[in-house]
DNA sequence: TGCCAGGGATTAG
DNA sequence: CTAATCCATGGC
């Protein structure tokens, strides 16, 4: 099987994902940084208490006092922690100009750029390169490495870097690469929480791929 | 109840 | 360069 077939078994199963639920640019970046190794469902009460206290900005963000932010993030987990790195990112942001500033900056060199955040990892780059600034990147989370790797498509021992430029140099799109990358991030997420956790192979998975729960 | 979630930095070997 | 450890809430 190829990373093209792939992608069309699961758009099959899953259909258009429209990743990823936010109402803006900034909005997707600070979700990358507050799901980190947390529930989507915590990250989504944090951010309603930064728009209930229209702070879900990067001006605003960058110069709360960090004691108030860590309250209004607090259901996120990881609250101190993460409230540094969300400062850290919107101070790089606002010293690139935000996002018009960032515009014509090429994307290795923008990329190489975020991985200077300190908070800001190789996975939530590509999440704010591929889903806030539309950068064809393709992000490489635990599920596309375990689920690649029990199909086969790859060795499972490769580097992140080394993985996301397999990725990519494979999906050569015909039209949207953006667009590709970003459905089929989101659908290998998707079928990793659709799929079973405890059995040895997803009773309701009609794809017939391994749990990404099995142990190899 | 214990396990785990849309990771990353730091430290130790 | 790889492996452990820390960070923390909420849902099932």
Redesign the pocket.
């Known amino acids: 099987m190829t990373l093209h077939a792939l992608y069309e078994r699961l758009h099959a199963a899953y259909g258009a994902q429209c ?3 936010a109402d803006t640019p900034f909005e997707v970046m600070v ?2 940084i507050l ?8 990250v989504e ?1 944090a951010i309603a208490n930064l728009k209930r206290e229209q702070a879900l900005d990067a001006q605003i963000l960058a110069h709360t006092e960090p004691a108030l932010l860590v309250e209004w993030i ?9 409230a540094r790195r969300l400062q850290n990112l919107c101070r790089w942001l606002l010293d690139a100009g935000e996002e018009e500033g960032l515009r014509t900056i090429d994307t290795p060199v923008l990329r190489a750029q975020l991985l200077t ?9 590509d ?1 704010i390169l591929l ?1 806030a600034l539309r950068r064809p990147v393709f992000v490489i ?3 596309t490495r375990r689920l690649f790797s029990r199909l086969g498509l790859i060795d499972g021992a490769e ?1 992140y870097e080394e993985l996301r430029e397999l990725c990519e140099r494979s999906l050569v799109a015909s039209t949207d690469t953006v667009h590709l990358f970003s459905e089929y991030h989101a659908l290998i ?1 998707t079928h ?2 659709q799929a079973c ?1 405890k059995r040895p192979m997803c009773q309701n998975c009609t794809l017939r791929l391994h749990c990404p ?1 099995q142990p190899q």
Do not use: F, L
């Not at 799901?35 to 915590?42: D, E, I």
């Not at 607090?74 to 922690?81: A, D, Q, V």
């Not at 955040?117 to 780059?125: I, K």
């Open positions: 990743w990823w639920p979700g990358a799901t980190q190794n947390t529930a989507w469902t915590n009460k607090r259901p996120s987990g990881y609250y101190n922690i993460k955040v300190n908070g800001v990892g190789a996975e939530t780059a999440s889903y989370d635990a599920y580097s997420v990793a929480k956790r729960y």
